[in-house]
């Protein structure tokens, strides 16, 4: 069974950068495709970014390209998000997604989620 397990997340002002990681333990090979998605209080689960499995494809929501960037050290098993000039709306849980081939962009077709990490953006 595949286990995610965000981390990164904080307070940070508008501006600000934050880190994100997900480390993924056992059955790696089930969640070749991963991905960052996001929820805001009232809103739905919205995809954020997305990387395969060697890293050399990327897919970015609009609302961040430019700002975010998404990595894998596949020999870490770790996802990263790496976000700059944050904003006040990127305030969010943010999670991690995969699934096995296929970069999920639809939260409907994530196998497994992280439990979730704050992120903060004051203005």
């Known amino acids: 069974q595949v286990q995610l397990v965000e981390s990164g997340g904080g307070l940070v002002q508008a501006g600000g950068s934050l880190r994100l990681s997900c480390a993924a333990f056992?059955?790696?090979?089930?969640?070749?495709?991963m991905a960052w998605f996001r929820q805001a209080p009232g809103k739905e689960r919205e995809f954020v970014a997305g990387?395969?499995?060697?890293?050399?494809?990327?897919y970015y929501a609009d609302s961040v390209k430019g700002r975010f960037t998404i990595s894998r050290d596949n020999a870490k098993n770790i996802v990263y998000l790496q976000m700059n000039s944050l904003k006040p709306e990127d305030t969010a849980v943010y999670y991690c997604?995969?699934?096995?081939?296929?970069?999920?962009?639809?939260?409907?077709?994530?196998?497994?989620w992280g439990q979730g990490t704050q992120v903060t953006v004051s203005s």
């Open positions: 997604g995969g699934r096995k081939w296929v970069v999920p962009k639809d939260p409907v077709t994530v196998d497994f």
């Open positions: 056992g059955g790696i090979d089930s969640v070749n495709g």
């Open positions: 990387i395969n499995w060697s890293g050399g494809i990327t």
